[in-house]
């Protein structure tokens, strides 16, 4: 079976900073065309997933929106909730567009955690709020879409097991003080 | 466990929603070779006679349902399976696969063993 391009095809580039093409992927261009998952369906989803987190004692702050559009974290983050990016790419972005590890102790809104699972990566999301206590970071919000359900507003550590834990913080730019 | 068992545990949203929650291809496919449910299955299509088609068959009747989209990570898992076990019959359930609307990893994972299926074929 040979994948003809549509005449209509929905997706449109994403580059990043340097100008590189992120990826997309080829056959995102036929799932498009034979139709998308419905609302129904994404809030019987996340619904479960949110019992199941409670199960665990994982407990978000809540749930952001819920889309039928098709687009996961790195899409949310680094194409503007236009695009499914597929997370084996997420190095090849941070360093196309300049970003930079930076330590814990580090972090503010605005700042990206990255999550990976025996060592790949699996999640990345938007920092929201860090909360800190003398100094040290007590509690950090974290804003992300999971997979195909829903954006979720969470603490960091909470998160599907599949996640896996915090691997990496990064930011694009250097912190600026006022002389 | 049966078969029929192992069929409501994948088609359980407790099990859809291990998995509709991840980001990338590859990463399914790690979850899956490491998930005990889905590897519950995979030793009985190696063990059992007619298993496959069984699953072949079960892929059929869920394709058929109303709400077929909230089954993708099933339908995705039982093709894994196949994929493992019987590639020419996976190849079959695949391109049933592509007629059906509304699904992300099962259309994935159908291309990708179409694919694999015609360069073993070249």
């Known amino acids: ?179 | 466990m049966s078969l029929a068992k192992d069929f409501e545990t994948i088609e359980s949203l407790e099990f859809i929603v291990q998995f509709s929650v991840l980001s990338g291809f590859s990463s399914l496919l790690r979850a899956f070779a490491n998930d005990a449910k889905v590897e519950a299955l995979r030793a009985k299509l190696g063990a059992q006679a007619n298993a496959c088609q069984s699953v072949v068959n079960r892929i059929n009747q869920v394709l058929t349902k109303s709400d077929v989209e909230l089954y993708d990570e099933s339908i995705a898992a039982y093709l894994f399976c196949l994929w493992k076990a019987d590639l020419p019959l996976a190849h079959k359930a695949s391109e049933r696969i592509l007629e059906t609307g509304g699904l992300w990893w099962s259309v994935q994972l159908a291309l990708h063993i179409i694919k694999e299926a015609q360069a073993e074929t070249a």
Request: glycine share 6%.
């Open chain 1, 1 to 179: 079976m040979t994948l003809l391009p549509f005449d209509d095809d929905p997706r449109k580039p994403v580059y990043a900073r340097s100008g590189w093409e992120i990826p997309q992927l080829e056959w995102s261009e036929f799932i498009y065309h034979s139709g998308l998952q419905t609302e129904t369906v994404v809030r019987q989803r996340t619904d479960s997933l949110m019992r199941d987190m409670a199960r665990k004692e994982k407990r978000i702050t809540r749930i952001r929106s819920v889309s039928t559009y098709l687009y996961n974290c790195v899409g949310m983050i680094f194409a503007n909730r236009r695009a499914w990016v597929e997370i084996d790419v997420l190095d090849d972005i941070l360093r196309e567009d300049g970003y930079t590890k930076v330590a814990l102790q580090q972090l503010e809104a605005g700042k990206i955690v990255s999550y990976a699972f025996d060592g790949s990566p699996t999640h990345v999301g938007l920092v929201t709020f860090v909360e800190r206590y003398e100094g040290e970071v007590a509690g950090v919000t974290v804003l992300s879409k999971w997979g195909k359900d829903a954006e979720i507003l969470h603490p960091m550590s909470a998160v599907p097991v599949i996640f896996g834990a915090p691997s990496d913080f990064w930011s694009e730019r250097t912190p600026h003080v006022i002389g």
